[in-house]
């Protein structure tokens, strides 16, 4: 049993409950941000913000349509993040949710070179800085409580529930309307399936999602940390592994820019 | 036994239960369990818009930990906006200001005071300025005991027991400049909407929008400005209804639309007249109704004509209309003549038909700059819903309330809707989407200049006595089948007296009516009057509560401006704001300014109890989670100090006229004001025993009435507010009721025990349209009342007699809602006009461009843009992510976040004439003023070609000012002094101006 989220972009109006909802859970500061000619703010992923919607306006000859797509960590079936902690402090729990231990973090950010979305964040102004990320929000799951941002959602664009049911439900949403979706879950298989997956009218490439195969990076990952003993004293060595997927994940990005939509398998 | 969530929740529950008579079953969602993190639940609503989201607030150690959607509530079933989701930041706010403030005469700073020095010197001055300016008799001699040289504006913030007590205060004191929010936002939904139903609130109410099978957004955005509204928006899409966005610009709520119609701001009309000559020429309209439930049949005097842009009887050296000849043709009883043909030349259906034959879709394309083809769809679309069993919905806001004819497209809408039989219906109705969490109650105790609490009538001097003032305002009918239901005026309006003056309402006295201040009959004193009287100097001392005027009024300069020219000023707020801090504001001197200004911190919504009325007429209560932050107080308590302290200096110094002061029921007590009790005082209690028609004692004295049939004009019966008699009764506090089962038997999601709605917990009004006269629903799956030979079922009906026994309009006097509204004072009819401020000549008129009946002020600082020099039209629009005036929302980090910098939006084409790049600073100039703002290049705003023409467009938020965290030009800056000719409302939603890069 593995909990997960289904985010309808068709069904997302960009209120950013979602986005105020976290922070007022995870008691997040905010940042300070400027207009740049775009209502998207905070500009990226922190560890001030774990969520945010980001704004595609999509012109199509003279029609324009408005897509808002949350980001944050998908919570990866087989997360590379944790696979790439030296000391640990990632662990994907038996519930799905990727979370971690501040204490055991040595700030090495290694996860965050290795997580194919971007996603662990640097606290880049604390004297002892940690990586922070969505957690799933795990104290709320302890609590047989679905995330804060998918509570707040008003419109059922952020659905949770049990992974496996969300892709039932996404399978007959595709079929029920062809016309109105493009026929891909997004993280029902990237990257060996992720717990947040995604459906949505306009192609994902067109929004900015990266463009993976079924194959979970963290398994090569795993046998690149494992070659070596986990301490800090190698993390020079251990680089090679980690800048081998960083590698990896840049030629899919470039890829995907061709227009390749599968990465081939077995490369490298 | 199982301890279930409610039992944990702390928040008078027991109260809630006693009420329900049962536990609410918690099916909407998951319950939440009880966190560590904090020690106590309380129940609120959203401090924001008026969908009046339900929160729960987790408290620790005293302090608000926790803010997050109420799973119970039926309405956002746990969701939040971004601002919703805020709230926790808002009660914990550095920002606030937790000690009362006092700026002296000529000073650059705040010196921090105590409540009782503050208290004491704004009541010296509140009764030397009244004494001061006070006007005991008009110029014929007639008794008019006001004061012209006070007034206040707020407040849509304050809870609705707050409201009842400040216009008590106000009233009290003989204050006529007397306006609100309601005034800027909304007042032209009154205006309309009772002109054509009767009532002038939202007809239905948030859930049934799920009901709907096609949604028209118009002059609204819903999507942004009331997020939790596409819930249920959503919910219909799910079933299969039609989402069209109209507007100018592509919002959030277009992303989500099925049709999108770009238009020219200011054109409505044109495409809504359009939408009428569709639904006729195609015969789409609901037959049955429009024969039976509206005026269509009605016949018209002869004499009524329309030509050349004007109606009949227009004087324009006045610039007014004799409406003589906009009158039904009557029998010898008095009773209008019907032709339920519809082929009389002289009834309403053809004088319709007539009127808008001119607004064929070519001509409403040049106007609007909307492409034929897309006006077509929406048309088609939407006029769909014209068949008995479908139904549509329209919903709206500031997009077109603010105009100088934003009452006609109000109007507008009303015929489209009556036309397709879609109002009283599940999933129909003109949806006003009220913007702030009790604007509808602030509405509803009328603290605006011209109506008193239930829109009563605000006596004019040349209403010299009660009984002439009860026979001028209750309307008469010779239908035997029309229920007439204002004929009951005088019992509300002496309840209301006996309300104010209580033992010293007698029926000797006239129940206390010569005490009430009285307000000339020609002249008005809303809005834009009390500012350009202000800017005169003839306004001495203003207060403002949780109101921000230096920024939400339109020609903002000349609000600032104005306040210079106060001797004192007091602003209640939870902030320091461009209005309390005009003195400091760039580019001024303060030791220029010799207004003394008093700044009072008020308690935020949580901490307090009280009730506030969301957009779908639900009163709903809050209750208090938390002392108030530093010193603060809640409004209720400032109210009540200086009420008492101004009733002592008259006690010892009664001036000129202290009689209207003294004799003012004002037993609040010393210190807390009880709300519950302010609450029963609205409700209406029996002040003696009260009788019915045989003499039996149906209410003995002191208890509390039922409801408004009980209250009498005989002085037996007190009541704050006859429209919400029934929310307090003897069965206990009705808006505090959390049963969230739908017991309506098709399920149209009334909850009708879930708080309380106005009137009598009617859920959607004029439902007796929802059927034929028979009694049989239109739509039975949707049903909203039916008739079971005996009794009516489902919602509260509309009046409970039987089918076909009264027509169904009740509080119409003809009882038929009116296609042909005669009542208004710029036609009958709606037309198209331009804005004042219009890059175009009307072209169905040219020699009529502009609505005829609007007033036009002539300050030196009202000045009109000339289309060469400023070519562009501009319009505001608000933000999810803040609020109004900013003032709440600027001062809340996560939401600056958001949205850091003011900014204004603009198509590329007009981005690459100007030079201008996305991102980059401009300066946004209009006749009044030029601000800067960054520039949001996008395709979601396009130029329109219009008769020929290439009109650009532009849009900016009108959020920010110079307090708070982030700060920012203000759009109202640029934004014109003239006013819809019926309210007043300025016409902020468009006018002329000029971009370029700075
Ligand atoms: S998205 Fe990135 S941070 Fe989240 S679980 Fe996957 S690899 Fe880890
Ligand atoms: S709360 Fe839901 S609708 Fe709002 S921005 Fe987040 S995902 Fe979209
Ligand atoms: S601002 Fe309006 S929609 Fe948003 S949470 Fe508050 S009441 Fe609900």
């Known amino acids: 049993m593995s909990v997960g989220m289904l985010i309808d972009l068709t069904k997302c109006i960009g209120c950013r409950g979602c986005q105020i909802a976290c922070k007022q859970w995870n008691e997040l500061p905010a940042e300070k941000t400027h207009n740049r000619g775009s209502y998207e703010n905070p500009p990226k992923l922190s560890d001030k913000t774990w969520t945010y919607i980001t704004f595609h306006e999509i012109a199509d000859g003279s029609r324009v349509t408005w897509v808002f797509a949350k980001d944050g960590c998908r919570h990866c079936l087989e997360p590379s993040c944790a696979s790439a902690c030296i000391v640990g402090a990632l662990h994907k729990r038996p519930d799905g949710a990727v979370v971690y231990n501040a204490h055991k973090c040595i700030g090495c950010r290694y996860c965050e070179m290795a997580c194919p979305f971007g996603i662990p964040a640097f606290q880049w102004e604390k004297p002892v800085p940690y990586i922070q990320k969505c957690t799933f929000c795990e104290d709320r799951l302890d609590q047989g409580e679905e995330p804060a941002c998918a509570k707040t959602c008003p419109t059922g664009a952020i659905e949770f529930g ?107 | 036994m199982k301890l279930t969530r409610r039992q944990f929740l702390k928040f008078g529950g027991a109260t809630a239960l006693l009420v329900s008579g049962r536990l609410p079953t918690p099916a909407l969602a998951a319950p939440r369990p009880a966190k560590v993190r904090w020690t106590k639940e309380t129940a609120t609503i959203c401090p924001y818009c008026a969908v009046g989201c339900g929160i729960i607030v987790g408290v620790a150690n005293s302090k608000v930990v926790n803010t ?114 309601a005034r800027i936002c909304h007042s032209s939904t009154v205006a309309a909407l009772a002109e054509s139903f009767g009532r002038g609130a939202m007809t239905n109410h948030w859930i049934d929008i799920k009901n709907s099978d096609a949604i028209l957004i118009m002059g609204s955005n819903a999507a942004e400005q009331h997020p939790i509204s596409f819930h249920w928006v959503t919910k219909a899409i799910e079933h299969g209804a039609t989402l069209i966005s109209v507007d100018p ?43 039976e439930h509206t005026n269509a049949p009605l016949l018209i005097d002869p004499k009524f004509k329309f030509s050349d842009g004007l109606f009949s009887g227009y004087n324009p050296s006045k610039r007014k209309y004799d409406k003589s000849t906009w009158a039904y043709q009557t029998d010898s009883n008095g009773v209008p003549l019907r032709d339920t043909s519809l082929q009389d030349p002289h009834c309403v259906f053809q004088l319709l038909r007539k009127h808008y034959s001119r607004y064929d879709v070519d001509t409403v394309s040049q106007i609007t700059g909307t492409s034929k083809e897309t006006l077509i ?35 507008a809408s009303a015929i489209v809707q009556l036309l397709l039989g879609n109002i009283g219906r599940a999933g129909g109705g003109v949806n006003a989407l009220r913007g702030e969490s009790n604007v509808q109650g602030s509405t509803d105790h009328c603290l605006l200049f011209h109506i008193l609490p239930g829109y009563l009538k605000t006596p004019r001097t040349s209403d010299e006595t009660l009984d002439r003032y009860l026979k001028h305002y209750t309307p008469a009918s010779s239908d035997p089948k029309s229920a007439n239901w204002w004929q009951h005026y005088p019992e509300y309006a002496v309840s209301l007296l006996k309300w104010m003056y209580g033992k010293n309402a007698t029926p000797e006295n006239e129940f206390g009516y010569q005490l009430m201040p009285k307000i000339d009959d020609e002249t008005n004193y809303s809005w834009l009057a009390l500012f350009e009287a202000m800017y005169a100097g003839r306004i001495k001392g203003f207060f403002a509560w949780g109101q921000n005027p230096a920024v939400s009024g339109a020609n903002a300069n000349m609000a600032r401006k104005a306040m210079e020219n106060l001797d004192w000023m007091v602003a209640v707020n939870l902030w320091d704001t461009e209005t309390s801090s005009f003195w400091q504001r760039p580019g001024v001197n303060p030791a220029d300014v010799k207004t003394e200004v008093f700044l009072l911190p008020a308690a935020v919504s949580v901490e307090k109890e009280g009730s506030i009325t969301n ?73 003696g025993d009260v009788k019915d028609n045989k003499g039996n004692v149906i209410v003995p004295a002191g208890k509390q009435v039922k409801n408004f049939t009980q209250l009498r004009a005989d002085g037996s019966t007190a009541c704050a507010n006859w429209l919400y008699s029934g929310s307090y009764n003897e069965d206990g506090n009705m808006m505090a009721r959390r049963d969230n089962t739908d017991y309506h038997p098709a399920s149209i999601g009334l909850y009708s025990k879930w708080s309380w709605a106005w009137p009598v917990n009617r859920r959607i009004i004029y439902n007796r349209a929802s059927c034929n006269i028979k009694g049989e629903p239109f739509d039975p799956k949707r049903f909203v009342i039916r008739w079971n030979g005996k009794r009516w079922e489902g919602d509260v009906p509309d009046g409970g007699w039987p089918p076909g026994a009264k027509h169904s309009f009740i509080m119409k006097p003809e009882g038929y809602a009116r296609i042909f509204g005669a009542g208004r004072a710029d036609g009958p009819f709606p037309e198209h006009y331009e804005p004042w401020e219009s890059p175009v000549k009307n072209i169905l008129h040219p ?22 020099k400023y070519p562009i039209v501009g319009t505001t629009f608000r933000l999810t992510e803040h609020w109004q005036s900013g003032a709440m929302t600027r001062n809340l980090p996560w939401l600056v976040e958001m949205q850091p910098d003011m900014f204004v939006e603009m198509s590329p084409e007009l981005a690459a004439e100007k030079g201008i790049k996305n991102g980059g600073k401009v300066i946004v100039e209009s006749a009044r003023g030029s601000i800067e703002a960054v520039a949001l290049v996008t395709r979601r705003l396009q130029p ?30 640029l934004t014109p002094p003239v006013g819809d000719a019926n309210t007043m409302i300025p016409e902020t939603k468009a006018f002329l101006c000029d971009v370029r890069k700075a």
């Open chain 2, 847 to 868: 020699d009529q461009s502009t609505d005829p009946a609007f007033k036009i002020w002539k300050s030196e600082m009202d000045r009109k843009g000339d289309p060469k």
């Open chain 1, 162 to 268: 049990e992974r496996n049911d969300l892709l039932q439900t996404a399978h007959a949403r595709m079929k029920e309307r062809p016309d109105k979706y493009v026929n891909h879950i997004y993280g029902e298989k990237e990257v060996g399936g992720t717990s947040v997956m995604y459906l949505s009218s306009v192609p994902f490439n067109k929004l900015g999602f990266p463009t993976y195969g079924p194959e979970p990076l963290p398994r090569y990952a795993h046998i690149a940390m494992n070659a070596v003993p986990p301490t800090i004293g190698v993390v020079t060595v251990l680089m090679g592994g980690v800048y081998w997927i960083i590698k990896r994940r840049d030629k899919m990005m470039s890829q995907e820019t061709d227009g390749v939509t599968e990465p081939t398998e077995k490369e490298g």
């Open chain 2, 68 to 181: 997050e959607g109420d799973p119970d509530h039926p309405i956002n079933r746990g969701a939040l906006c971004s601002k919703g989701s805020s709230v926790s930041q808002l009660a914990n706010s550095r920002q606030r200001i937790t000690k009362p403030m006092y700026r002296a005469p000529g000073s650059n700073k705040w010196k921090e005071v105590s409540w009782d020095w503050a208290l004491d010197e704004i009541a010296k001055r509140v009764k030397e300025t009244r004494d001061a300016t006070w006007v005991e008799k008009d110029v014929k001699g007639r008794l008019a005991r006001r004061t012209e040289g006070l007034a206040s504006v707020g407040s849509a913030a304050l809870d609705n027991e707050e409201c009842s007590l400040l216009v008590k205060a106000l009233r009290g004191l003989g204050v006529v400049y007397l306006e609100h929010q």
């Open chain 2, 377 to 411: 769809k929406v048309y088609k679309d939407y006029a769909a819903t014209g068949a008995p069993d479908k139904v549509g919905t329209i919903m709206y806001a500031m997009g077109w309330t603010q105009h100088t004819y934003g009452t006609q497209i109000i109007r």
């Open chain 2, 249 to 291: 610009r592509f919002t959030r709520t277009s992303s989500k639309a099925h049709i999108y119609a770009p238009m020219r701001a200011g054109a409505d009309i044109a495409l809504l007249g359009g939408m009428v000559k569709y639904i006729l020429d195609n015969n789409l309209y609901h037959r049955e109704y429009v024969v």
């Open chain 2, 615 to 687: 957009s779908g007429r639900w009163a709903q209560w809050r209750w208090k989670a938390v002392k108030p932050l530093g010193d603060s107080k809640p409004d209720s308590w400032i109210m009540n100090q200086l009420m008492i302290r101004v009733r002592k200096l008259y006690q010892a110094d009664p001036g000129p006229d202290p009689e209207p002061v003294v004799k003012l029921a004002w037993n609040y007590g010393p210190g807390e004001v009880d709300t519950r009790q302010v609450a029963r005082e609205v409700n209406g209690w029996a002040v």
């Open chain 2, 944 to 973: 329109f070609r219009l008769d020929g023409h290439l009109v650009h467009q532009v849009a900016m938020p009108w959020h920010w000012g110079y307090k708070g965290l982030t700060t920012g030009g203000s759009a109202n800056v």
